[in-house]
T-cell receptor, first 116, second 109 residues
Framework: GAGVSQSPSNKVTEKGKDVELRCDPISGHTALYWYRQRLGQGLEFLIYFQGNSAPDKSGLPSDRFSAERTGESVSTLTIQRTQQEDSAVYLC??????????????FGNGTRLTVT | GQNIDQPTEMTATEGAIVQINCTYQTSGFNGLFWYQQHAGEAPTFLSYNVLDGLEEKGRFSSFLSRSKGYSYLLLKELQMKDSASYLCAVRGDDYKLSFGAGTTVTVRA
């Protein structure tokens, strides 16, 4: 595919609702990452998938956050019972081989989540 | 854990040179990346260093000293379009990329 695709690009939701964010990585990329970026701040690691290995979930901020990936393709990030503090841009990135040191991450344009 | 530090903001004049420093303390080291992020856009890859020394790519150069846990990104002949946030990121033993908070560079005419 052309690049990493994320949907929706913008999501406004009411506090307490669940949201699901989608990421389509570049075809053939085995590694997939989710990051969160609050306004004016750096990238906060959430979760990392590499091939068929167990994902690294060490960055998920609470049990309201979960993510899945189907094989080496689409990933979804789910946030349950959203809180206002969850408002941020959620960035997905993929790379060609997570175990190849110099493979850079290619980012999608992100989903801007606003919890009202 | 990972600790990556870079200055918050820098300002420079069009045509000048700016050096953005990054220091890191990480669990293992498998390379250091620099990314550029314009406001409201996704980060884009600029450079990669894994061995000590300077890597040059046109107006941008990146330097690494593994023994000092230190890198810098050098931007030469600054242009207005270089106004952006510059992110330092380190790949540790677990191959995931940990990012610094970013340095916002403002280029003034």
């Amino acid at each position: 595919g052309a690049g990493v695709s994320q949907s929706p690009s913008n999501k406004v939701t009411e506090k307490g609702k669940d949201v699901e964010l989608r990421c389509d990585p570049i075809s053939g990329h085995t590694a997939l990452y989710w990051y969160r970026q609050r306004l004016g701040q750096g990238l906060e690691f959430l979760i990392y998938f590499q091939g068929n290995s167990a994902p690294d979930k060490s960055g998920l901020p609470s049990d309201r956050f979960s993510a899945e990936r189907t094989g080496e393709s689409v990933s979804t990030l789910t946030i349950q019972r959203t809180q206002q503090e969850d408002s941020a841009v959620y960035l997905c990135a993929s790379s060609s081989a997570g175990t190849v040191h110099n493979s850079p991450l290619h980012f999608g344009n992100g989903t801007r989540l606003t919890v009202t | 854990g990972q600790n990556i530090d870079q200055p918050t903001e820098m300002t420079a004049t069009e045509g000048a040179i700016v050096q953005i420093n990054c220091t890191y303390q990480t669990s293992g080291f498998n390379g250091l990346f620099w990314y550029q992020q314009h406001a409201g856009e996704a980060p884009t890859f600029l450079s990669y260093n894994v061995l000590d020394g300077l890597e040059e790519k046109g107006r941008f150069s990146s330097f690494l000293s593994r023994s000092k846990g230190y890198s810098y990104l050098l931007l030469k002949e600054l242009q207005m379009k270089d106004s952006a946030s510059y992110l330092c990121a380190v790949r540790g033993d677990d191959y995931k990329l940990s990012f610094g908070a970013g340095t916002t560079v403002t280029v003034r005419a």
